[in-house]
């Protein structure tokens, strides 16, 4: 089984930044895509930032110049470095691991952008 837990999620600014992070543990081989989506009340989840194995990344058209996804593959673990965030980035965020075509999910961290 892998569990993975998000942290540093909160409240900010408009303009202002925030760092999320997801360590993955339990049975791990490699995670070939971990990601980022975010669900806001009374909307789907959305894709928001995936990262592969080698390295290449994916945004959503909302967050491009924003956000920056990062990972620590010895580390197990993912991160996303949000920057002049707006109202409409609140949301629970929450982090996803692909692993022999398994898809693992966090339980979520609150993100709402308020002044």
């Known amino acids: 089984q892998v569990q993975l837990v998000e942290s540093g999620g909160g409240l900010v600014q408009p303009g202002g930044s925030l760092r999320l992070s997801c360590a993955a543990s339990?049975?791990?081989?490699?995670?070939?895509?971990m990601g980022w989506y975010r669900q806001a009340p009374g909307k789907q989840r959305e894709l928001v930032a995936a990262i592969t194995l080698g390295g290449s990344t994916n945004y959503a058209d909302s967050v491009k110049g924003r956000f920056t996804i990062s990972r620590e593959n010895a580390k197990n673990t993912v991160y996303l470095q949000m920057n002049s965030l707006k109202p409409e980035d609140t949301a629970v965020y929450y982090c996803?691991?692909?692993?022999?075509?398994?898809?693992?999910w966090g339980q979520g961290t609150q993100v709402t952008v308020s002044s």
């Open positions: 339990g049975r791990i081989f490699s995670f070939n895509v």
């Open positions: 996803n691991a692909n692993q022999f075509n398994v898809n693992y």
